[in-house]
């Protein structure tokens, strides 16, 4: 039900970023952004959403 | 949130959000909420598995830990933030996580159930010392 995983899962965060760092997403107006751009000069925060609610 | 950003500037640290659905979602998010920062659409979720962010169980989604926060939420924000209709995957959770030039992951927060958020006094303690 809802896709929930049957049994309980882990977080595994990665100790480096670099399997982000090519992936290209759109942001709200349509544009390519490749993830790695966004900490090529400074820190970045990333926050993944739940859901847009 | 706007707020948050411009905390997070002051501390030199650029804020990014992503959520799972497609820049049209994206952009009436950002509009709903009025947001300043970029916001990503990553439909395939993408970035989700690369994260490390976890599928929930009904347990994780649902239980009272989960609700009890949910019902705290909606009751602070008095209804200006509520739950609406849910788009991509019901249980993926979400998390935070700051990234350094070069690539260091130098801080993570991936949630370990619906109602589990880092705190932006978290996130901004751990952008102080990234």
Do not use: C
Not at chain 1, 3 to 27: F, M, S, T
Not at chain 2, 66 to 74: E, F, L, N, R, T
Not at chain 2, 81 to 88: E, F, L, P, Y
């Amino acid at each position: 039900m809802l896709g929930a995983a049957k049994q309980r899962q882990e977080a595994h965060p990665p100790e480096r970023a670099d399997a982000l760092a090519d992936i290209v997403l759109l942001d709200h107006d349509g544009h390519d952004v490749r993830l790695g751009e966004l900490w090529s000069e400074r820190p970045v925060a990333l926050v993944w959403l739940r859901h847009y609610g | 949130m706007n707020r948050d950003r411009e905390q997070f500037e002051a501390a030199g640290l650029g804020l990014v959000l992503i959520g799972q659905a497609t820049p049209r979602h994206a952009a009436h998010f950002r509009r709903k909420y009025e947001l300043e920062m970029p916001v990503l659409a990553d439909e395939k979720r993408e970035s989700y598995k690369a994260a490390g962010a976890k599928i929930a169980t009904m347990g994780e989604l649902l239980g009272p830990k989960s609700v009890s926060k949910g019902i705290g939420h909606a009751v602070k924000s008095r209804g200006s933030v509520r739950q609406g209709r849910v788009i991509g995957h019901p249980a993926q959770l979400g998390g935070a996580m700051i990234v350094t030039p070069g690539g260091r992951v130098a801080w993570s927060h991936m949630a370990d159930d619906a109602s589990d958020n880092a705190a932006t006094e978290e996130l901004l303690e751990a952008a102080r010392s990234a």
